[in-house]
């Protein structure tokens, strides 16, 4: 197990990732974090009561590299309540670097092989401010078809056509409790 902090525009919060729930993806998130994958991106798919989304890098060249870089599926052990994080996915071992915290109970999700890896246990509150105003508009889903901009321009469009939205300004692994 280990503490992953995250500093947002909006305040921060603390997610517990545990390996026994998920190990590949677990590993994955670890190995993001400690590169500083997610610093200075965007929480581009923010829908009310059900999820908020993030993982593309701001900088067009590293979601370039990191695009493809699929990784094998976690059986799923954990489920998607409310605080819930796991990665999101276009079908069976099709996870890349996109992850989502569950707004709300979504354990439809669990079915559909949506392993998570962890727990929002501190700053939920700020999750729920997130801003959630262009909803599946400033990117939609990994299934929607609709990212290309995002991996191709960055920051520099969602921050041009969603000025609205949330940054993620730093991950770090925290220590454990």
Known sequence: MFRVAIETTRGPF???VH???APRGAERFHELVEMGFFDNSRFF????NYIAQFGIPGDPKLAAKWREKTFSDDPVIGSNTRG????????PDKRTTQLY????????????????IGKVVEGMDVVDRLYSGYGETSGG???AGKQDKLFEEGNGYLDREFPKLDKLVRASVAAAP
């Open 19 to 21: 390996r026994d729930w």
């Open 141 to 143: 889903g990994m299934r």
């Open 45 to 48: 798919r923010v829908v009310p």
């Open 84 to 91: 819930a994080i796991g990665f999101a996915m276009t079908g």
């Open 101 to 116: 915290i569950n707004l709300a109970d979504n354990t439809r999700l669990d079915a559909q092989g949506f392993a998570v």
């Open 14 to 16: 603390v997610i517990e």
